[in-house]
């Protein structure tokens, strides 16, 4: 069966340093990759997704990156986080099926940001 | 471009009472529409989905049917548990999209 790893769960941090988030997903191959934001008290918002080994599309622009090294690999990372940043950021995959999304995402348990 | 409404929460109900979220959306074409659920602290899982019109989702006692003449999908739980309790999200997705596009997200809180 297929699971999805995101780390860490919970991460604080101060305004002006670096961060990484990574993800994992087993048990499938050639995924969709996505990265998600969910600000306290709002919606989600899509950051990055990918459908294949170096390819990142970005949604919002932002002082945000992703990268793909590994086709289950997919990492979220910035070089000097601002108090913005704070919120709840999700991984998720979907499989790819003759290009097309199925639509139904599978979401790791999130990791907590909070930037102070 | 595609979007979806939900109604804004936060909702509070008693055991066994009666819910509905309501959720409507525009696209294009025929879009997929789904309902997931995040129980604190953890991140959303799938808990229904309709692929065209008429169809019915269900699952753990939820239902929710895609109506095109309305373009709506509203949620419904004839008698809800304290373990209902979690925020719920409707979403659409369009063939030959990777993205689902997400609502805002209701919170609902059920009291014993």
């Known amino acids: 069966s297929q699971t999805i790893h995101q780390w860490p769960a919970t991460l604080v941090q101060p305004v002006g340093s670096p961060l990484s988030l990574e993800c994992t997903v087993e048990g499938t191959s050639n995924p969709n990759l996505y990265w998600y934001r969910q600000a306290a008290g709002r919606g989600l918002q899509l950051l990055f997704y990918s459908v294949g080994i170096g390819q990142i599309s970005s949604e919002v622009p932002q002082n945000l990156s992703a990268s793909r090294p590994q086709d289950r690999q997919f990492i979220l990372s910035s070089k000097k986080l601002l108090l913005s940043d704070s919120g709840f950021y999700l991984c998720?995959?979907?499989?790819?099926?003759?290009?097309?999304?199925?639509?139904?995402?599978?979401f790791g348990e999130g990791s907590r940001l909070t930037v102070l | 471009g595609n979007s979806v409404t939900q109604m804004e929460g936060p909702v509070t109900l008693s055991e066994e009472a009666f819910l509905t979220i309501n959720c409507t959306y525009t696209a294009t074409g025929y879009p997929s529409l789904f309902w997931y659920v995040q129980y604190p602290g953890e991140g959303l899982q799938l808990l229904l989905k309709?692929?065209?019109?008429?169809d019915k989702g269900s699952n753990k006692g939820f239902e929710a049917t895609y109506r095109k003449e309305t373009t709506s999908f509203h949620l419904e739980k004839g008698s809800v548990q304290v373990s209902d309790s979690a925020v719920y999200f409707c979403?659409?997705?369009?063939?030959?999209?990777?993205?689902?596009?997400f609502g805002a997200g209701t919170t609902v809180t059920v009291r014993a």
């Open positions: 979403a659409l997705n369009q063939v030959n999209d990777y993205k689902l596009s």
């Open positions: 998720a995959w979907s499989p790819r099926t003759s290009g097309t999304n199925t639509g139904e995402l599978f």
């Open positions: 309709a692929t065209k019109a008429d």
